[in-house]
T-cell receptor, first 116, second 115 residues
Framework: SQQGEEDPQALSIQEGENATMNCSYK?????LQWYRQNSGRGLVHLIL?????REKHSGRLRVTLDTSKKSSSLLITASRAADTASYFC????????????????FGKGITLSVRP | EAGVAQSPRYKIIEKRQSVAFWCNPI?????LYWYQQILGQGPKLLIQ????????DSQLPKDRFSAERLKGVDSTLKIQPAKLEDSAVYLC?????????????FGEGSWLTVV
């Protein structure tokens, strides 16, 4: 079942602009992760934000998490043509029984196109 | 550090044939996942191993899909017989422990086309 839902489904911007992508989820989580997928390639991990964190930065990436609204956003600043890819949010939930059976549940993804 | 290795990268088979995919996770990673990603969709978990034991296979179509991780290291995913709707990318991923908080690393995927 789909846990995260990204918004918008597709985004087209000019190089140099900022790109903001949103993700909403339904149940309580331990952490939320963002991944990038270039066409024909596997998933590349971008950033992990824990449920007790509100904001995290990594280079040109800024991720926020609002657990009260069950939402997260990924901001890519000063976008480049090489940022063109699909972006996925994934929620990470431990089972309540063992805490060891965590797994990622992905949304459908956002297609980002950065025009040179 | 070597990443998650998968083979073959591409496979085209006819419906009702069988296919097997192989995955070698990052050394020392106890947890291994197989995901199915249909074009235009997000990855969907098929099966999760903790060492050589299955901890979640609730979304694995067991009438045609099987997976094993006999020695707790590499893993194979088999489809027999294949259907047209099995056309997808099969992604293997691994994580150091079983708890959330550790990054999950993905391989490049095995692309299956069923004709």
């Amino acid at each position: 079942s789909q846990q995260g839902e990204e918004d918008p489904q597709a985004l087209s911007i000019q190089e140099g602009e900022n790109a903001t992508m949103n993700c909403s989820y339904k149940t309580s989580i331990n952490n939320l992760q963002w991944y990038r997928q270039n066409s024909g390639r596997g998933l590349v991990h971008l950033i992990l934000i824990r449920s007790n964190e509100r904001e995290k930065h990594s280079g040109r990436l800024r991720v926020t998490l609002d657990t009260s609204k069950k939402s997260s956003s990924l901001l890519i600043t000063a976008s480049r043509a090489a940022d063109t890819a699909s972006y996925f949010c994934a929620t990470d939930i431990d089972t309540i029984y063992t805490g060891a059976n965590s797994k990622l549940t992905f949304g459908k993804g956002i297609t980002l196109s950065v025009r040179p | 550090e070597a990443g998650v290795a998968q083979s073959p990268r591409y496979k085209i088979i006819e419906k009702r044939q069988s296919v097997a995919f192989w995955c070698n996770p990052i050394s020392g990673h106890a947890t291994l996942y197989w995901y199915q990603q249909i074009l235009g969709q997000g990855p969907k978990l098929l099966i999760q191993f903790q060492n050589n034991g299955v901890v979640d296979d609730s979304q694995l179509p067991k009438d045609r899909f099987s997976a094993e991780r006999l020695k707790g290291v590499d893993s194979t995913l088999k489809i027999q017989p294949a259907k047209l709707e099995d056309s997808a990318v099969y992604l293997c991923a691994s994580r150091e422990g079983g708890n959330s908080g550790n990054t999950i690393y993905f391989g490049e995927g095995s692309w299956l086309t069923v004709v």
